[in-house]
């Protein structure tokens, strides 16, 4: 039986990072998704192994996930107020239409730069 492609548990090819295919990496790794949902991050931590897929959406047709232990990981830092205010305006932001000033209720799209309305060249009900 051939091996999958990207089995490389001894990291030989892949620069010294144990390398495992898509849903066979060794119980106890987890990824940053994953310590998020436990309440931990990374803390700082070196990559403990990754997993390696083929992927039509990666411009190199290959996507990787990096895979850290839990035992090594910190709980994940508190919201302060400070940064709950600077998260809020920065979510105005980018909800805020330049061009008519008005608070769209949705991200702006990036393409457009302005809300729909404005870039239809429709005028606003006042």
């Not at 990207?6 to 990496?25: H, V």
């Not at 994953?34 to 990666?58: E, Y």
């Not at 920065?90 to 805020?96: F, G, M, Q, S, V």
Request: with cysteine; hydrophobic share 35%; aromatic share 6%.
């Amino acid at each position: 039986m051939a091996r999958p492609r990207f089995w490389d548990p001894e990291g030989r090819r892949s620069g010294g990072i144990p390398t495992y295919p898509w849903k066979m990496a060794p119980d106890g790794l987890l990824t940053r998704r994953q310590l998020r949902a436990h309440g931990l991050r990374p803390n700082g931590q070196d990559v403990a192994a990754q997993l390696m897929w083929r992927s039509r959406r990666s411009k190199l047709g290959v996507r990787v996930a990096y895979l850290y232990r839990p035992d090594l990981a910190a709980p994940v830092r508190p919201l302060t107020e400070g940064r709950r205010r600077a998260l809020a305006a920065a979510n105005t932001a980018r909800r805020t239409c330049p061009q008519c000033g008005r608070d769209a209720g949705y991200v702006l799209p990036a393409h457009l730069g302005v809300c729909l309305p404005c870039a239809d060249g429709m005028p606003l009900a006042a």
